[in-house]
């Protein structure tokens, strides 16, 4: 946590433009919806997951605290629990909120992650959450996140509940998909005597992706689009 | 004997150069007379000032106007009151489209339906078949295959129970559920201005009054004038199918054209709905009958309305939410942008250590 403040905010201002760009539905999604039936909701799903950057930074933050391969797989099952409930109930009971606040949530767990991997509860002298808990709680938080997304598409009445479980399918995928090669680069770099300055160098880059997706996603509830 | 060969050579080739235009003129006198009542858009403001145009040809095309003595009823029901039109408020805007100028009403979802008399028409049993084949009313052509009456001349009975159903403001009435009374006629089984893009509706078909099982149904829609789909930035551009939009009338033309469905046993067809556009559903109910010198009779209906894509907290909107969607960086983009500043940080991290 050494990265002065002036250089941080220089940063995260230079790299704003990139994060507002951060995962969208598009028209073209909502056309392969309409067109292509349930096995379009597990592309969908999947495409979803891939480009939906702030749950992927969230990943790799996670896996970047963890050792053991044991370990990934228990948390990143917690992480999978709390998305499909939420993911399957929200959607399923129609519950949804402004996606610019849920957005702005989960950028805060981005936030979150890379703080606390970089020690910052032990500089600040506060006990650091249970870690479990907190990617289950955040599993929740992304996976409401998914569900205001997928309930945005005009996903008619029909098939609602097997349209969900495509979806959540696709986000799996696309999930596991995305973990391989994060996996595989952070355990590539432990072995480095570089690893403490890229360990640092991704964390920080965490800090400042929450920040900036967090104020985008302020931004555009404030202005309205 | 020579000569007599050559007249009876003669009048069969006559026949066989002739029998496509005979068929060709079946066609066009009797495939085109589906009545539809149509509006520019199907969704009002209130007291906004529009026009029913009644087609009776296709639905893109009106051949005939209707002559006012025709019209058994012609009514407006909104807000649970059933309204005459005065025959005196018809007018024709030429000798093929029959309009009725009106101001909309109160905020609410409302119907118009028009029911013509009976009237009857006798045909060859030639342009009979070509009409049943043309118009799609399958059930019975093939009655008269298998019954081999395929050569018998017809005497048919028609008559044309037709009804259109349209939205002013916002606020969704009771009223589209309203049964008419017609001999026959499409009654939805929820509101269609409930109903949206990519989802479906469920309308029942009533002759006499009673749900008609398994009868032929045919919809289609064309898209919204005013308009706009979320498939216009798309590549879904053949939503008709084989639906052509000319209008020339040949031996490949039908009116069985978008879905063709069958009622089932509560005499229910779900109806696609896959994207915006003005909907129309028609269907010939023809039976067999023996009254006098009618030997046929049939019953036509058909319904209109528009289906619009959802608006609303839930859903994205057009001009705000999607077009941000479709302005998304692509994400190898991100990921470069991404490892770019990782780099950078790095390189400061490294220097320090």
């Not at chain 2, 007599?4 to 080739?13: D, G, H, I």
């Not at chain 2, 799609?136 to 009804?163: A, C, F, I, P, Q």
């Not at chain 2, 064309?222 to 009338?249: T, Y």
Request: net charge negative.
């Amino acid at each position: 946590m050494k990265l002065d403040s002036k250089k941080a905010f220089t940063l995260l201002f230079l790299f704003l433009p990139i994060l507002s760009f951060a995962h969208d539905v598009t028209s073209a999604d909502q056309e392969i919806l309409r067109n292509g039936g349930l096995f379009a909701y597990i592309h969908v799903g999947a495409t979803h997951m891939l480009t939906g950057y702030d749950h992927l930074l969230f990943l790799a933050g996670v896996v970047f605290y963890l050792n053991g391969f044991k370990d990934i797989v228990k948390f990143i099952t917690a992480f999978t629990i709390g998305h499909c409930v939420t993911l399957i109930g929200a959607t399923y009971l129609g519950i949804t909120a402004n996606e610019h606040l849920v957005d702005a949530v989960i950028a805060l767990s981005v936030l979150y992650k890379g703080f606390e991997n970089l020690g910052g509860f032990e500089k600040l002298k506060v006990k650091s959450p249970n870690l479990l808990l907190m990617v289950l709680i955040f599993g929740l938080i992304h996976g409401f996140g998914l569900s205001t997304r997928l309930q945005s598409f005009e996903n008619g009445t029909e098939d609602l509940l097997a349209k969900i479980l495509c979806f959540n399918l696709g986000v799996e995928i696309g999930q596991i998909v995305a973990l391989i090669p994060i996996v595989f680069v952070i355990t590539f770099s432990r072995k480095k005597k570089q690893f403490p300055s890229f360990y640092k160098a991704v964390n920080w880059y965490l800090v400042l992706a929450g920040i900036g997706l967090f104020i985008m996603q302020m931004s555009g509830y404030f202005s309205g689009h | 004997m020579m000569k007599l060969n050559k007249s009876v050579f003669s009048k069969t080739l006559l026949h066989k150069i002739l029998k496509p235009f005979y068929l060709l003129s079946a066609v066009i006198l009797l495939c085109s007379h589906d009545l539809y009542i149509k509006m520019d858009s199907y969704f009002l403001k209130p007291h906004q000032e529009a026009i029913f145009s009644l087609y009776n040809g296709t639905f893109e095309e009106s051949e005939n106007t209707i002559a006012r003595h025709r019209m058994e009823d012609a009514s407006v029901v909104a807000h649970g009151n059933r309204t005459a039109i005065n025959e005196g408020q018809w007018k024709d805007q030429d000798s093929t489209i029959t309009q009725l100028p009106f101001k909309a009403g109160e905020a609410g979802t409302y119907v118009i339906g028009i029911s013509t008399k009976v009237n009857s028409l006798k045909q060859t049993a030639e342009d009979f078949n070509g009409y049943l084949k043309h118009d799609g009313v399958l059930d019975m052509l093939k009655e008269r295959t298998e019954t081999n009456t395929l050569n018998e001349d017809v005497n048919e009975s028609y008559e044309k129970h037709v009804k259109a159903i349209y939205q002013v403001g916002d606020k969704k009435t009771e009223d589209w559920k309203t049964v008419l009374g017609y001999p026959i006629e499409f009654v939805p089984v929820s509101n269609p201005y409930e109903k949206y893009s990519g989802q479906t509706l469920d309308v029942k078909l009533l002759l006499e009054g009673q749900p008609l099982a398994n009868q032929l149904v045919y919809a289609d829609f064309v898209k919204s004038a005013h308009g706009h789909s979320h498939n216009d930035h798309g590549h879904h551009h053949d939503h008709h199918g084989n639906h052509s939009h000319d209008h020339e009338h040949g031996t490949d033309h039908t009116h069985t054209n978008g879905e063709q469905l069958r009622t089932n046993a509560e005499g229910i067809v779900t109806v696609k709905l896959p994207e915006d556009g003005i909907y129309y559903l028609r269907t010939i109910h023809m039976a067999k009958v023996d009254k006098g010198d009618i030997t046929h009779e049939s019953k036509w209906s058909t319904l209109t309305f528009e289906v619009t894509h959802q608006h609303g907290s839930h859903t994205h909107t057009h001009d705000d939410h999607e077009h941000h969607h479709d302005d998304e960086l692509p994400t190898w983009v991100f990921i470069l942008g991404s490892i770019a500043i990782i780099g950078v940080l790095f390189m400061v991290f490294r220097t320090k250590e």
